[in-house]
């Protein structure tokens, strides 16, 4: 059974500071893995969508890496700004029908 | 880009009765949506898979009765909550995808709060 984690589960760092977000799953037998936003009572925004076979994709100030055979992503912010404050949802496709499995999400803080 | 569409974003009910939430892909063609439910400070959970002109995948432990699900067209999905009790009371987020393509990120609606007082 394919499981999600995220750690940590909250960040509160000071503005302009650079910092990664870990996502793991145990189950190397994915499709892609996609991190998203979720601000306070709202939905999902998409931040980037890395395939099995990609290593990494950049969005901006936005950066995530896969590495599918030790079950990792990560997802660097660079110049954090207050802005960026949010929860940081990771998932992973696990079959041909779009199913998502999520993690627990890290809440970030970015202080002004 | 996609669009979802969610409908009502929020809405408050009495126990006992339903509460039916619309999900539009406002843009594309939807074959398949997908219906999760994510509680305060938790993560979301599939309960669902919606495929246009066939019955729904439900996952296990969510109970078909209750939450009636109907893919009427490929770009409508509705769930409805039947019934409703004060523990149904979540936030609702439905996600569509453009068929079966396994390259294309999934697009998330704003989501709906069902309160059940």
């Known amino acids: 059974k394919q499981e999600v984690t995220q750690i940590p589960a909250a960040l509160s760092v000071p503005e302009g500071e650079n910092l990664v977000l870990n996502c793991s799953f145990t189950?190397?037998?994915?499709?892609?893995l996609q991190w998203f936003r979720q601000d306070p009572g709202k939905g999902l925004t998409s931040l980037l969508l890395i395939q099995s076979s990609q290593r990494e994709q950049t969005s901006g100030r936005l950066n995530a890496s896969l590495d599918k055979s030790s079950g990792r992503s990560t997802l660097y912010i660079a110049a954090s700004q207050p802005g960026d404050s949010a929860t940081y949802l990771c998932a992973v496709r696990v079959s041909n029908t779009g199913k998502l499995i999520f993690g627990q999400g890290t809440t970030l803080q970015v202080k002004p | 880009g996609a669009v979802v569409s969610q409908h009502p974003s929020w809405v408050i009910c009495k126990s006992g009765t339903s509460v039916k939430i619309e999900c539009r892909s406002l843009d594309f063609q939807a074959t398949t949506m997908f219906w999760y439910r994510q509680f305060p400070k938790q993560s979301l959970m599939l309960m669902a898979t919606?495929?246009?002109?066939?019955?729904?995948?439900?996952e296990q432990g969510v109970e078909k009765d209750k939450f009636l699900i109907n893919h009427a067209s490929l770009t409508l999905s509705t769930l409805t909550v039947t019934s409703a009790h004060p523990e149904d009371s979540s936030f609702y987020i439905c996600?569509?995808?453009?068929?079966?393509?396994?390259?294309?990120?999934?697009?998330f609606g704003n989501g709906t709060r069902l309160t059940v007082t």
């Open positions: 919606s495929n246009e002109g066939s019955k729904a995948t439900y």
């Open positions: 996600s569509a995808s453009m068929g079966l393509v396994n390259n294309s990120p999934l697009h």
């Open positions: 189950d190397s037998a994915i499709y892609n």
